[in-house]
């Protein structure tokens, strides 16, 4: 534990130049006692730091000095890929590994390249969960798994209730759930890492199959499952404004399959989840579609189009017949 800490210690002092006390106790996350007998420990070692007194002061390595411990090593150099995922390394619990990657590779870098590695960083930032989610803990069978993957540890592991041995080929961060491509016998299956329960790893390692490739397979995964949740056909007619609206409104694995659909007096069928989010969909594209089936949703449109007239039947100054653009200005124009 120390030893790592006094080699990160130089590390920083190495990539950044002189740096105080505090600085350094607050990237090592240790207090300021610490610091300074790290740095007696290393000068006690023969690593020449220099404490330069008064204001502006701080710890230093003498001038032309450099370490040879900036070489990766395997969790380093794989951990050092990840970096620009910050909460990925962090719940994976290789986070501690990615720092000291991370200051290696400054550590290594000429000086007038060091700065590289934080001007990245102020015009770069991947937030992988979407909106609203929960400030969840990962799961527990997270970091297990990660580690079995990383290693090619096979598994055993209570999934939905059941036991099962798989193969843990590889992780993947959709939308801030986390889910596990593994092998289960010959055949390659995707799941939720938040149903597993306990995991147990396997003493040996696994042969990984040399032509999976985890982001062709997550991505032919994906698509099969977008297009699985489209258990209903629901019939339009649409004018031309409703024809280039519909990229708007429907769900992209339907999309394609619906322009193709598309006869010449605009009509075609389109793909949804359910016939109530079909009702919302359409309801989007107002009166540039015509529900023509199924009869269940062309009643709820028409319900809700009787409704509206209802409530705009007394409007004093109609606008007429033009177009809803048209209708509306931004402040300010004639």
């Known amino acids: 534990?120390?030893?790592?800490?006094?080699m990160s210690l130089v590390l920083l002092l190495q990539a950044r130049g002189r740096m105080t006390a505090a600085e350094l106790a607050r990237e090592l996350e240790v207090s300021e006692r610490t610091v300074h007998r790290d740095v007696l420990a290393l000068s006690g070692s023969g690593v020449p730091v220099y404490a330069d007194r008064g204001?502006?002061?701080?710890?230093?390595?003498?001038?032309?000095?450099r370490t040879r411990l900036t070489g990766l090593d395997r969790a380093e150099a794989e951990a050092l890929f990840l970096s620009g995922?910050?909460?990925a390394l962090r719940e994976m619990g290789?986070?501690?590994v990615?720092?000291?990657?991370r200051l290696k590779a400054a550590a290594a870098l000429s000086p007038g390249l060091r700065d590289a590695p934080a001007t990245a960083a102020q015009r770069f930032?991947?937030?992988a969960p979407g909106w609203f989610a929960p400030d969840d803990p990962p799961p527990a069978a997270l970091a297990p798994l990660a580690r079995a993957v990383w290693s090619d540890r096979p598994v055993t592991a209570a999934y939905r209730e059941r036991r099962r041995t798989l193969e843990p080929y590889g992780l993947v961060l959709k939308a801030g759930a986390w889910y596990l491509a593994g092998r289960v016998r010959s055949r390659f299956l995707v799941f939720r890492?938040?149903?597993f329960g306990e995991v147990e790893p396997h003493e040996g390692v696994f042969e990984r199959d040399p032509d999976f490739d985890l982001a062709a397979f997550?991505?032919?995964?994906?698509?099969?499952?977008?297009?699985?949740?489209?258990r209903e056909t629901v019939t339009l007619r649409l004018t031309e404004a409703g024809v280039r609206m519909l990229r708007h409104v429907a769900d992209p694995a339907a999309l394609d399959d619906a322009l193709a659909s598309l006869q010449p007096d605009g009509t075609l069928r389109l793909g949804v989840e359910s016939v109530a989010v079909a009702y919302s969909q359409v309801l989007r594209l107002g009166p540039e579609a015509e529900v023509l089936g199924p009869p269940e949703l062309r009643a709820l449109l028409a319900g809700a189009a009787a409704r509206m007239a209802r409530l705009y039947e007394h409007q004093e100054e109609a606008p007429g017949d033009r177009p809803f653009g048209a209708a509306l200005r931004p402040l300010g124009d004639p």
């Open 85 to 87: 995922v910050p909460a």
């Open 218 to 230: 997550w991505a032919e995964h994906a698509a099969a499952f977008a297009r699985s949740l489209l």
């Open 193 to 195: 890492v938040d149903r």
């Open 94 to 96: 290789l986070q501690g």
């Open 55 to 65: 204001r502006g002061g701080g710890y230093r390595l003498l001038d032309g000095y």
């Open 98 to 101: 990615a720092a000291t990657a």
């Open 1 to 6: 534990m120390r030893a790592g800490r006094l």
């Open 125 to 127: 930032h991947l937030d």
